[in-house]
């Protein structure tokens, strides 16, 4: 089942405001038929809120249900072993974990790198919108106009991007995979970081680090608007 699939059941359900007692227990049924993994109702659950987003233009509003999201996945009972894991370059272990990370998500990725020129990740990247994620790169103006940045190869293929207009930097190397998991650290998503640059690579599952890096793209891709 992938995010198209999901959107779909979810959008059924939406466009009268109203979860009715027929629509809960279809979607019930579809989630004992494929015996929903908490990671498939944790997916479910990020495209509900992201969809309620989306049928709102108010600003207000919007982050009212960004804060309800945070606020559920707070209160929601902590998972006895999340994801932690961490890379080191020069070597080939952050790119393998960033590629890993794009192919795994399933709903949204939230891409927030100050340079952008590895044809291995943009690949990972354009092949993983064609399949449906729904992705937002946010990156730093005078870095896409380096020789070799593929900032425009994504924003060419469809793939929302907004960069900062400012004389300072977009400095960010994150991403945020289904909202749910977590890539930060000091490794720019080029090959050179792989190659020779001493880097690092932090991925982890824990809401309370996850949340802050969502609200911060949010705010961010908001500014940019």
């Not at 606020?71 to 932690?84: D, F, N």
């Not at 949204?108 to 291995?120: E, H, K, N, Q, W």
């Amino acid at each position: 089942m992938n995010a198209a699939d999901i959107d779909a059941i979810l959008r059924s359900t939406l466009e009268d405001r109203t979860l009715t007692r027929s629509e809960r227990q279809a979607l019930q049924a579809v989630l004992e038929e494929r015996k929903a993994s908490e990671a498939l109702l944790a997916l479910f659950r990020s495209r509900a809120f992201e969809l309620a987003r989306d049928s709102v233009t108010d600003f207000r509003a919007r982050e009212v249900i960004t804060w309800l999201e945070d606020m559920v996945k707070t209160l929601l009972p902590a998972r006895e072993s999340g994801q932690v894991d961490v890379q080191f370059s020069p070597g080939e272990g952050p790119l393998r974990t960033i590629l890993r990370l794009i192919g795994e998500a399933r709903g949204s990725a939230d891409v927030c790198v100050f340079t952008l020129t590895d044809d291995r990740i943009t690949r990972a990247l354009l092949e993983a919108h064609a399949r449906g994620l729904r992705l937002r790169v946010v990156s730093d103006d005078g870095k896409a106009l380096d020789p070799g940045s593929d900032v425009e190869r994504l924003r060419a293929a469809g793939i929302p991007v907004r960069l900062d207009r400012t004389p300072a930097h977009m400095h960010h190397k994150f991403a945020v995979f289904d909202r749910l998991r977590l890539l930060t650290g000091s490794y720019n998503w080029t090959r050179s970081a792989a190659s020779e640059n001493h880097e690092n690579v932090l991925v982890s599952e824990d809401a309370r680090l996850v949340q802050p890096f969502c609200r911060a793209f949010d705010a961010l891709w908001e500014s940019l608007a």
